[in-house]
């Protein structure tokens, strides 16, 4: 959270203190209409705080957050882009971090799609995560090969749950996660165009978005890594597929399962995700390999994707193609 981003909450919160200070040594001299409009302005006072506070926690409204992600001394870049979607027929923004090899070396780089949680957006990745520091770090001990990362957006509405699926008779955000951004991607840097050179990793609604798009898109993606992630998408996508195609339970139930990799990782005192994940776990069969990580304590949290970024990222690498020269 940047300083710029505070300062809206803790003139809101001022003002909530206020209103109620003022109310609460005057509220008796005053009439009705004096009365009427002290409290309005408590409530609205206090719903502008609690707004804040929200977005603070998502990073859902840039506008209300400020700032924007610094570069890194360590030479690796942070990119922000509009990505055209003639596939989807979405334009979204999307971020994009370039190791620092990247500008020295003539190599084709693997990549990984990192997907965020709802209600949310990439910033969260970026700033609570502090995922360029986390990527600058396990690249620069040799944990993790040099890779391009995208962060794109997976709605157009802040408000609209996608769940990164195609929505009957709204946004197709599944096809512009796995057509056109790779296709963006692939024309505007030097990246791996192969499958091995491709995963997918998120937390939360990312994480089962990472899982369902791997399920879904096997000749597209060779692994991917679920932070505290579920196994149904929660909402109505219209066509009844929530219930089969799109629940990753029903996929490894019903379905031949993919040769591909997949870490789940959850915390234990997180109920939801541990039921989710280690069904998916048990449920799993060859050729589709599988690997499991648990936190003690931290619930559904980014305390807990905090701890689990580094070694989830360390883990897609040693499943994707290394840089290609």
């Known amino acids: 959270m940047t300083a710029d981003g505070l300062a809206p909450l803790v003139a809101a919160v001022a003002a909530v203190i206020g209103t109620a200070v003022l109310a609460a040594l005057r509220w008796e001299r005053w009439r009705v209409p004096a009365r009427a409009a002290v409290a309005v302005a408590a409530l609205l006072s206090l719903a502008t705080a609690a707004v804040l506070q929200v977005n603070r926690m998502t990073e859902t409204y840039s506008s209300l957050s400020?700032?924007?992600p610094a570069a890194a001394a360590t030479g690796s870049e942070m990119l922000t882009v509009r990505v055209p979607g003639p596939a989807s027929g979405l334009t979204l923004t999307m971020y994009v971090y370039l190791p620092a090899a990247y500008r020295t070396g003539h190599d084709r780089y693997p990549v990984i799609e990192a997907l965020h949680g709802y209600p949310g957006?990439?910033?969260t990745w970026l700033r609570r995560l502090d995922v360029q520091s986390v990527l600058d770090g396990e690249i620069a001990a040799g944990r993790m090969a040099p890779t391009v990362v995208l962060f794109p957006f997976q709605t157009p509405d802040p408000l609209l749950d996608t769940e990164c699926t195609?929505?009957?008779?709204g946004p197709r955000t599944e096809t512009f996660l796995t057509s056109d951004?790779?296709?963006?991607a692939e024309t505007h840097w030097r990246v791996r165009t192969d499958r091995a050179g491709w995963a997918l990793t998120g937390y939360s609604a990312g994480a089962f978005?990472?899982?369902d798009l791997l399920l879904r898109h096997p000749t597209q993606y060779a692994a991917a890594a679920s932070l505290s992630g579920y196994t149904?998408?929660?909402i109505r996508i219209g066509d009844g597929s929530e219930n089969t195609l799109h629940n990753t339970s029903w996929r490894l139930r019903h379905l031949p399962p993919p040769n591909v990799a997949l870490w789940l990782g959850w915390a234990a005192d997180d109920r939801g995700t541990r039921r989710a994940s280690t069904q998916l776990a048990r449920l799993s069969r060859a050729p589709l390999a599988v690997t499991t990580a648990v936190v003690a304590h931290g619930g559904h949290s980014d305390a807990v994707w905090?701890?689990?970024e580094p070694v989830a990222?360390?883990?897609l690498s040693a499943h994707l193609a290394r840089p290609q020269r």
């Open 66 to 68: 400020g700032g924007r």
């Open 121 to 123: 957006s990439p910033r």
């Open 166 to 169: 195609d929505l009957v008779g």
């Open 181 to 184: 951004v790779p296709a963006y």
């Open 209 to 211: 978005c990472a899982t």
């Open 232 to 234: 149904s998408p929660g």
């Open 306 to 308: 905090r701890q689990m």
């Open 313 to 315: 990222f360390d883990w």
